[in-house]
Structure formats: structure tokens, C-alpha cells
Antibody, heavy 122, light 107 residues
Framework: QLQLQESGPGLVKPSETLSLTCTVS??????????WGWIRQPPGKGVEWIGS???????YYNLSLKSRLTISVDTSKNQFSLKLSSVTAADTAVYYC??????????????WGQGILVTVSS | DIQMTQSPSSLSASVGERVTITCRAS??????LNWYQQKPGKAPNLLIY???SLQSGVPSRFSGSGSGTDFTLTISSLQPEDFATYYC?????????FGGGTKVEIK
């Protein structure tokens, strides 16, 4: 079964860029059955979808973040990455990567990383 | 964006009770509705996809129903390990959106 693991800094300064990487094991990131996604959850709050990417590089972004967001994929390393620029305290959250299984015209996140808390603070 | 509204936001129930959580979409989403369970400090875990399909490994006491705009998650007999927060999510269109969550607590 798939395993996903987030990595990156746990502390980012305001106005800087948050960068995270998700490493996929137990399967190929080049699978035609999956998109690969990022989801976040501010402490004590609900869940927000950030965006997702296909192995070909095709992306879907949450428009509320699109101007600051870049999601990329490195098939040679079986990894995909998130960059969120100009961060503020409102971007403080646990960030999860997840496999986004495609079916018909829908999808569901069937495997998740353990999550990484990213705090935006000077 | 499609808004997902869950009710109730929290509930108290006893072990063995039948529990029902509802989720309403702000527009028709066919059956593109998923349910997740989240325990404190853990990632959400997929329970139900496509409104009523049970994810592999999930106990059969969990079931989902509905289509269009109104959906239900039912736990037929609540077990101690089921005390958690439950989220619905639509995958009909991007951005994928989640409900606000239902916290199931011990009575």
C-alpha cells in the first residue's frame, strides 16, 4: 500500500515562502489512477484542500491560494512539492499530503501522510 | 465554491447507540461525496467514497447514503474507537470542499 511522508521546515517567517515535499513509497507517482494533493488544517479548525497535481504536471489549485501557490512533481524521485509564497500567520496549519484516487468524474483521498505542523512566526 | 454543511456540529452518544450525521451540499453533486474520520493528532481516514462505497478495511457498521444534495453517514452500533470527528467532502468540482465536521463524544 502507499505511504506518504511530508518534509520541510516547521517554522517560516512572515512574507517568506513555505516549501514542503511529499515522498511517496509503495507505489509509483506516475500511476494513472492518482492525482497527488495537499490539504491543510489550522490548529483546532476544519480541513482545507490546497491543490493537486497529476504525474504529467497538470494541476488543480484552490483559487483562494492560486496567486501564491505552486505545486510541482518530480517523477524521478517519486516526490511532489508545495510552495506557498508571502505567508502570514493565517497560513499556520498542519499540512498533509495525500493520494487522490480518481474514479469516474470524482476522487477521494485514500492515503495520507502523517502531517507536518508549519508555524508562521518571526 | 460548493459549500458543505454538516449537522450536528457535535453529539454525545453511548457505546452501542446508532448515530447519524448529515451533510448538505449547496448545489447538486450527484454521488461525489466522501466521508472521513479524524482522531486527535492524526490525519483524516477515508471511510466512505462515492456516497455509499465502503473503503477497504473499514468496519461494516459504517454506511453512507444519499445523492444530489443530501447525504448521511450512519454508525449502526457505536464502538469506543469511533469517538472522533467526522468530515464530509465533495469531489464534484474543484476546489474540493469539506464540511465543518461533527465531533462524536462519549455520553
Amino acid at each position: 500500500q502507499l505511504q506518504l511522508q511530508e518534509s520541510g521546515p516547521g517554522l517560516v517567517k512572515p512574507s517568506e515562502t513555505l516549501s514542503l515535499t511529499c515522498t511517496v513509497s509503495g507505489g509509483s507517482i506516475s500511476s494513472s489512477s492518482y492525482y497527488w494533493g495537499w490539504i491543510r488544517q489550522p490548529p483546532g479548525k476544519g480541513v482545507e484542500w490546497i491543490g493537486s497535481i497529476y504525474y504529467s504536471g497538470s494541476t488543480y489549485y484552490n483559487l483562494s491560494l492560486k496567486s501564491r501557490l505552486t505545486i510541482s512533481v518530480d517523477t524521478s524521485k517519486n516526490q511532489f512539492s508545495l510552495k506557498l509564497s508571502s505567508v502570514t500567520a493565517a497560513d499556520t496549519a498542519v499540512y498533509y499530503c495525500a493520494s487522490d484516487r480518481i474514479y469516474a468524474s470524482g476522487s477521494y483521498q485514500d492515503y495520507w501522510g502523517q502531517g507536518i505542523l508549519v508555524t508562521v512566526s518571526s | 465554491d460548493i459549500q458543505m454543511t454538516q449537522s450536528p456540529s457535535s453529539l454525545s452518544a453511548s457505546v452501542g447507540e446508532r448515530v447519524t450525521i448529515t451533510c448538505r451540499a449547496s448545489q447538486i453533486i450527484s454521488s461525489y461525496l466522501n466521508w472521513y474520520q479524524q482522531k486527535p493528532g492524526k490525519a483524516p481516514n477515508l471511510l466512505i467514497y462515492a456516497a455509499s462505497s465502503l473503503q477497504s478495511g473499514v468496519p461494516s457498521r459504517f454506511s453512507g447514503s444519499g445523492s444530489g444534495t443530501d447525504f448521511t453517514l450512519t454508525i449502526s452500533s457505536l464502538q469506543p474507537e469511533d469517538f472522533a470527528t467526522y468530515y464530509c467532502q465533495q469531489s464534484y468540482s474543484t476546489p474540493l470542499t469539506f464540511g465543518g465536521g461533527t465531533k462524536v463524544e462519549i455520553k
